[in-house]
């Protein structure tokens, strides 16, 4: 029934729920509680009421209350373990001070595992001027036993996700989007998934709308899932296997796609190594002028081969350059004496080579001065000698 008070609202409002899909077993792991208002249209979104300027604060915050017990009560009422993630709006994150906290008034009143309700905080909290307001909020729902998730997280200020170390990080749905479709952005969400998962945080996809950006997200090594490739939000909850399906397909796709991938870079070691072994018995082949050494090698590589050079132990380059311009091979000397330690592969093919006495491959990344994707190729010349032979890699090598 409505209320004197309820007359800004397109209806009256409920709880929905979107799943979160967990990747280890398939199986839904919580739900994102979103409001929604019903009219004679059907159920609309109240995004608008609770972030346009028609309504009160304290009617916007009655409104979310209302919907938040309503979803606590839902989850008591049909004994679901499944975690409730819930939204704390911007506008009234800084309202509490010493007060009671009403989510969890709620969830003792009901009884609930407040292990099993996970608070939402927007990176716009993390980057607010209240930031110390924000940690004494998020350290009150941990002494209730509730977690925090940080919503929207994209790439800047890692230093107040390491202090607010949420048991949960979603990432920012454009960012996911991005990703699924250009390396760049994948290198990036595979950066702060790595970092989240060091933290001991996991990662959440949030925005997943196809296949493409689900595999992406599994390769970047997100543990949960949320978007209307699973379902948009709903007025009930679903069982709890109803995607694990969808979960097994995409991560069987993405498995032997892999296998694919680490299969081709083991051929592709396996004959450069048996070509540099045959060139370099040949006579002259282990010639101290290194460059001579290059200048015979050129000739006879693939096109996607590009740059060759020579370096000692430390990183420092012993040979000119021989660059790949226009179909053919130049010398540049100024290379000579650089240092490229810090190149992402260096130290890693160094060792292996070590190890296994023979060339390695590396891993795939953008060259910083061709903005190629590029794989190197390491071959142990002799003691403190090693080649380093730059290709292109992926889409780059068509």
Same mark, same amino acid.
């Given at each position: 029934m409505s209320t004197e008070s309820d007359l800004?609202?397109?209806?009256? $409002?409920?709880? @929905? @729920?979107?799943?979160?899909?967990?990747?280890?077993?398939?199986?839904?792991?919580?739900?994102?509680?979103?409001?929604?208002?019903?009219t004679e249209q059907?159920?609309?979104?109240?995004?608008?009421?609770?972030?346009?300027?028609? +309504?009160?604060?304290?009617?916007?915050?009655?409104?979310?209350?209302?919907?938040?017990?309503?979803?606590?009560?839902?989850?008591?009422?049909?004994?679901?373990?499944?975690?409730?993630?819930?939204?704390?709006? #911007?506008?009234?994150?800084?309202t509490r001070g010493d007060k009671a906290f009403p989510t969890i008034q709620m969830v003792s009143e009901l009884g609930l595992n407040s292990e099993e309700i996970v608070v939402e905080i927007t990176e716009e909290n993390l980057l607010s001027a209240e930031f110390s307001d924000v940690m004494r909020l998020i350290g009150r729902y941990r002494e209730a036993g509730v977690r925090v998730a940080i919503d929207d997280f994209s790439y800047p200020n890692f230093d107040r996700l390491i202090a607010a170390r949420p048991a949960i990080v979603k990432l920012d749905m454009q960012l996911v989007k991005k990703a699924a479709r250009n390396l760049e952005y994948r290198r990036l969400t595979d950066y702060i998934s790595r970092f989240a998962q060091e933290l001991g945080v996991a990662v959440?996809?949030?925005?997943?709308?196809?296949?493409?950006?689900?595999?992406?997200?599994?390769?970047?090594?997100?543990?949960?899932?949320?978007?209307?490739?699973? +379902?948009?939000?709903? $007025? =009930?909850?679903? #069982? $709890? =296997?109803? @995607?694990?399906? =969808?979960?097994?397909?995409?991560?069987?796709?993405?498995?032997?796609?892999?296998?694919?991938?680490?299969?081709?870079?083991?051929? /592709?070691?396996?004959?450069?190594?048996?070509?540099?072994?045959? /060139?370099?018995?040949?006579?002259?082949?282990?010639?101290d002028d290194l460059d001579t050494v290059l200048a015979r090698l050129h000739d006879q590589l693939p096109s996607t081969c590009f740059r060759l050079f020579v370096c000692d132990e430390t990183g420092r380059q012993l040979s000119a350059n021989l660059t790949r311009v226009s179909g053919t091979f130049e010398r540049q000397e100024? @290379?000579?004496?650089?240092?490229?330690?810090?190149?992402?592969?260096? /130290?890693?093919?160094?060792?292996?080579?070590?190890?296994?006495?023979q060339g390695v491959v590396s891993h795939p990344y953008i060259d910083h001065e061709t903005r190629h994707r590029t794989i190197t190729f390491s071959y142990p010349l002799r003691q403190d000698r090693f080649l380093f032979m730059d290709f292109l890699a992926g889409s780059d090598a068509e």
């Open positions: 800004r609202l397109p209806g009256e $409002p409920v709880p @929905f @729920f979107q799943p979160i899909v967990s990747v280890s077993d398939g199986r839904i792991y919580g739900y994102e509680v979103l409001g929604r208002a019903l059907g159920p609309v979104s109240l995004g608008p009421f609770f972030h346009g300027g028609g +309504a009160s604060h304290e009617e916007r915050l009655r409104v979310d209350r209302c919907i938040r017990r309503a979803a606590l009560e839902k989850k008591k009422r049909e004994g679901s373990s499944a975690r409730l993630f819930l939204n704390i709006h #911007p506008a009234w994150i800084y959440l996809f949030e925005g997943v709308e196809d296949v493409v950006e689900l595999e992406s997200g599994l390769e970047a090594g997100a543990s949960l899932m949320q978007g209307f490739y699973f +379902a948009p939000a709903g $007025p =009930d909850f679903l #069982p $709890p =296997d109803h @995607f694990q399906d =969808d979960i097994r397909l995409a991560l069987s796709n993405v498995y032997y796609r892999s296998v694919s991938h680490l299969s081709g870079v083991v051929r /592709l070691e396996r004959q450069l190594n048996r070509y540099m072994r045959l /060139l370099t018995e040949e006579p002259g082949g282990a010639s100024h @290379f000579r004496g650089n240092n490229w330690s810090w190149r992402p592969y260096f /130290l890693d093919n160094l060792i292996r080579m070590r190890e296994y006495d």
